[in-house]
């Protein structure tokens, strides 16, 4: 019987690098590597500040603006 615990040869293990990136989707931004094979896809500090920033720019321009009502029907 072998041992249940085989450890792999040093040198072997801990050298391989991830093949995929991770990228910002919206600047391209190689955002280092990611822990997959495949390039995954995520958002830079500077995109997610921006977009945070026009999120509640829109939502300020919404709460600025009086709902306008719907029009009325007619019979
Ligand atoms: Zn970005």
Known sequence: MPPEN????????????????????????????????????????????KAFAQLAELKAEKEEAPAKNPPAEKE
């Open 6 to 49: 085989i450890e792999p040869p040093a040198g072997l293990s801990g050298t391989e690098t991830p093949k995929g990136r991770r990228i910002c989707a919206w600047c391209k931004k190689d955002l280092g590597p990611a822990e997959t094979e495949e390039d995954t896809h995520g958002m830079c500090d500077e995109c997610k500040t």
